[in-house]
């Protein structure tokens, strides 16, 4: 006899169908489980047999071979352990259904037959209804996430007996419904951190508004307590919220990594991610034996922070620079290759000096030079030419700290940089990939960032006086674009580009000293 039930994969943010195939024939009891699968898949039969017992039903006697097809591509996870329990069931006629055609079946086993939750299951979600299927059966904490997806019919359920009872056709459940658009406003929460807690600074807030309102890289140098970290864990506030397609990638991403909580159905709010300096390559772009994304994914659509960058290794660094230009970062295996977006906001931060100050090479006590190429060597031109904006911040007076008057907020500050997005948004109307100025490419930036003479004469002089690259006059161009958003000026004048030029700090000569 054969049953075949389907289940799914993920392969990057996106999933493939997957069939469980399984035959019981006659003769000594054996039990095979073929398609490439991995430990966790191979090691599902005991967990199965266990969920049946003490679900009331009895693991089937015979010769039963299950198959995962396509039996080129790799299985993992625990995801098949319900779709392969409810084949068994059906191949030895414990239960009868007309449903199995139309069901994508997910779900772990615990012994007891409870189900445990499992990654991914948004993009597997897309792809049932995309192949056209009725139903998804998920474990309880994964409904709200599958949910999300119109179209289909998202049953949820506790353990094995339920899945049983519902096959069936008994009317024990009923699909969960729910309006992704209300979550924006039933998931907010007020924001525990705001600008207005940040006093002096005032050119660096200045240089994080223009950061966020075209979505540019920034880095900004400081001494210790200058309030670098402070300022970048609050850029989040000062962002437009999350439409709902990218609340939709964002959450794919969150997904397959396994970073969903147990009944949330979407990330409604931007992703701040922080790595310490010590992570490795792959845990910052992606990557091991079956690609999972890295940091600089997970923070899609949002900010990654890197605080003192000068402590990571030269090599984390430098496998950033491609996913900075492209927006995605792409991962080739021998067996498969993905594709992860990482359309970021890069946030950076470091001390000017191994010292933690400014450095001075008159100073006796102060950093040598050598030590201060060694502790500047590791940022790269290349990985500074992708950050728009270089900035610096000096410590906090005692009478900015002892003001009695609040720095304006997050909020206000916020509503500035909206305004300056949608007049983005309707600039880039119909340009698939481009929604802010810092993903506008060369040729767009060249067309639509028109500057006048004095503009010119202003930029040929910080060319020749700073020796900037061909990227470092883009990125100037879209800064000032931004600037003159801010502005409400249709045109770029020659005061928007002067402030963007002053966004360059670091390619100033001799910076160092």
């Known amino acids: 006899m054969l049953s075949r039930v389907y289940c799914a994969s993920t392969i990057g943010v996106d999933a493939r169908l997957i069939e469980v195939e399984v035959n019981m024939s006659g003769g000594v009891p054996k ?92 993009p597997m979600a897309v792809e049932a209804r995309n192949r056209g299927l009725e139903y998804v059966l998920v474990p309880k904490d994964n409904g709200n996430e599958a949910a999300v997806v119109d179209g289909i019919s998202v049953m949820a359920f506790e353990n094995l007996h339920q899945v049983m009872r519902w096959l069936e056709n008994e009317r024990t459940m009923q699909p969960i419904q729910i309006d992704p658009h209300s979550l924006f406003s039933t998931n907010g ?80 709010h931007r992703p701040f991610r922080s790595p310490h300096h010590t992570v490795s390559d792959v845990a910052l772009v992606g990557g091991g034996s079956i690609p999972m994304p890295g940091e600089i994914s997970m923070a899609h659509n949002g900010v990654l922070f890197l605080d003192e960058l000068p402590e990571f290794k030269r090599s984390a660094l430098e496998v950033m620079r491609q996913p900075l230009e492209d927006g ?9 290759s993905v594709c992860y977006p990482s359309r970021i906001m890069l946030v950076a931060s470091m001390n000017p000096s191994p010292t933690g100050d400014w450095h001075d090479p008159d100073e006796s006590n102060g950093a040598a030079n050598i030590q201060m190429q060694r502790y500047l060597g590791k940022i790269s031109g290349p990985l500074l030419d992708r950050i728009d904006l270089h ?26 940089v909206i305004e300056a997005r949608e007049i983005q948004a309707r600039r880039f109307m119909g340009m698939e990939g481009v929604y802010c100025n810092a993903q506008m490419s060369t040729k767009m930036a060249r067309k639509i960032c028109k500057i006048d003479e004095a503009g ?47 966004y360059r700090n670091l390619d100033r000569e001799g910076w160092l000293g």
Do not use: C, W
């Open 31 to 122: 039990y095979f489980l073929v398609g490439l699968p991995d430990r966790a898949v191979s090691e599902s039969k005991d967990r199965i047999d266990a969920a049946l017992k003490n679900a009331g039903a009895r693991f089937p006697r015979g010769r039963i071979t299950v198959n995962l097809a396509p039996a080129d591509l790799p299985k993992e996870g625990s995801a098949f352990d319900l779709p392969i329990a409810v084949s068994l069931l059906a191949v030895s006629e414990q239960i009868v259904t007309d449903k199995l055609e139309q069901s994508l079946i997910l779900g772990e086993l615990a012994l007891d037959g409870q189900l445990r939750p499992v990654k991914g299951v948004l």
């Open 189 to 268: 929460q007020a924001e525990a951190l705001d600008f207005e807690d940040v006093r002096g600074q005032e050119t660096v807030k200045r240089a994080l508004e223009v950061a966020a309102s075209g979505g540019h890289n920034v880095i900004m140098v400081g001494p210790p307590g200058s309030g670098k970290t402070m300022m970048a864990r609050r850029i989040p506030t000062i962002l437009p919220p999350l439409t709902l397609n990218e609340a939709l990638e964002t959450t794919k991403i969150h997904s397959v990594a396994g970073l969903m909580e147990a009944g949330r159905s979407l990330v409604t």
């Open 328 to 336: 995605f970062v792409s991962i080739s295996r021998a067996r498969m």
């Open 391 to 416: 900035v610096e911040g000096d410590k906090v007076s005692f009478d900015e700290l002892s003001a009695k008057t609040k720095g304006e907020s997050s909020a206000s500050i916020r509503s500035r």
């Open 456 to 502: 010119e004469a202003m930029m040929k002089k910080a060319m020749n006086s700073l020796g900037l690259s061909a990227r470092a006059f883009d990125r100037i161009l879209k800064v000032s674009r931004t600037v003159a958003d801010l502005d409400r000026s249709e045109a770029i004048q020659s005061h928007h580009i002067a402030e963007a030029i002053q």
